[in-house]
């Protein structure tokens, strides 16, 4: 059972570039969190999507930065415009729909730096 | 208010030799979940434990264990037997079952070197 899939694993981009982050959940997850990690910090809630929808986007800056969570596909983070403030290290973690615990599975994290 | 407090930025431990890893945390919620993770130098989060908040025993999973105190409310890591490959980043967390949202509130962690 393949875990969390993320990627690309390092992606570059120049200031006012796109960037694209994807992830698969672990097979038979249906919820998706993105976490943002700056260095020396601990990582910081962004968006909880599952199928086809945003429940909390509570942690996504108000522009600039959009999540979406298709009916088929990964899950995609999408940041445009591109600043160096952006540059950090976004996990993608999912879980099972209901269960006791919600055990969060990350993915390997996509370290984005922008010049 | 910070949600999930680790006061240890760095902490030092000899090989073979147990270390607590503190975590403090602040909620109203009746009903919380607490994790630890480890993030190794290669960037990956790895699960480690799970106390949840109306478990009536502490958890423990091979060499960690959860020292739960919930009228303190904290939540420490204890590692028996010290491996050098425990030497990375912990990570506590916090999950509240309030507004829906299974978020993840993570403190600032506490860097672990296991010296030979």
């Known amino acids: 059972n393949a875990g969390v899939m993320q990627n690309p694993r390092h992606l570059v981009r120049r200031r006012g570039q796109e960037a694209r982050l994807r992830c698969s959940p672990m097979k038979g997850h249906s919820h998706v969190y993105w976490y943002r990690q700056l260095p020396e910090e601990g990582l910081k809630f962004m968006v909880y999507?599952?199928?086809?929808?945003?429940?909390?986007e509570s942690g996504m800056p108000k522009e600039r930065f959009s999540a979406e969570f298709p009916k088929e596909g990964p899950s995609i983070l999408r940041i445009q415009q591109v600043v160096r403030g952006d540059s950090a290290a976004y996990f993608c973690?999912?879980?099972?729909?209901?269960?006791?615990?919600?055990?969060?599975?990350f993915g390997p994290g996509t370290r984005l730096t922008v010049l | 208010a910070q949600k999930i407090t680790q006061t240890q930025p760095g902490m030092f431990v000899q090989e073979k030799e147990a270390v607590t890893l503190d975590c403090t945390y602040d909620?109203?919620?009746?009903?919380?979940?607490l994790f630890w993770y480890k993030q190794p130098s290669s960037g990956e989060m790895i699960f480690l434990i799970y106390?949840?908040?109306?478990?009536?025993q502490n958890a423990t999973e091979g060499r960690y264990s959860l020292n739960f105190q919930k009228a303190r409310k904290s939540a420490n890591l204890v590692i028996s037997a010290s491996q050098l490959g425990d030497s990375a980043m912990y990570f506590c967390a916090m999950r509240e079952a309030q507004g829906g949202s299974e978020k993840l509130v993570f403190g600032k962690g506490t860097k672990l070197t296991v010296n030979p």
């Open positions: 909620t109203s919620d009746p009903s919380y979940g």
């Open positions: 999507l599952q199928k086809e929808n945003i429940i909390d």
């Open positions: 106390q949840g908040s109306y478990d009536q």
């Open positions: 973690a999912s879980s099972p729909a209901g269960g006791t615990r919600n055990e969060q599975f």
